[in-house]
């Protein structure tokens, strides 16, 4: 077993010196964080936004990308982490939206209706002098 300190990577690229001594050079760059699944979120929209069945394609695409991360493939897990993460917001959006344009619908009528009833209280409460009928 080799102990000696540095290491050095023999897939690295080597570069020589006039001495002759090998030297690596490594090019680091900021490592970039794992790839999300959204598995947590799928499960959600899968148990209570499931219209169009868009949380049963979250929750495919999210267990996809878990297995890729657990391969070691990130790449093939971030697109279809991504995949996921579209159709939960579609879920979610497909979801909350139509209660919400209902809930608009609702508080514009109850409005309108209540003017109307206060406009028609106004001409019952008239009152008339028997000159009127005359």
Known sequence: MDTS???EDPRAPTAHKADGAAHT??????PRP???DHLI???FSTLYLNLCCLGFL???YSIK???QKVAGDLEAARRLGSKAKCYNILAMMWALVPPLLLL???VTGAL??????????????TKFDDSDYD
Do not use: C, I
Request: glycine share 2%.
């Open 5 to 7: 300190y540095p290491r």
């Open 25 to 30: 050079a490594l090019t680091l760059g900021a």
């Open 34 to 36: 794992p790839p999300r």
């Open 41 to 43: 979120w799928s499960v």
């Open 58 to 60: 979250a929750l495919a």
């Open 65 to 67: 990308a878990r297995d």
């Open 104 to 106: 608009a619908l609702v």
């Open 112 to 125: 309108h209706l209540s003017r109307l009833a206060k406009d028609s209280a106004a001409f019952f409460s």
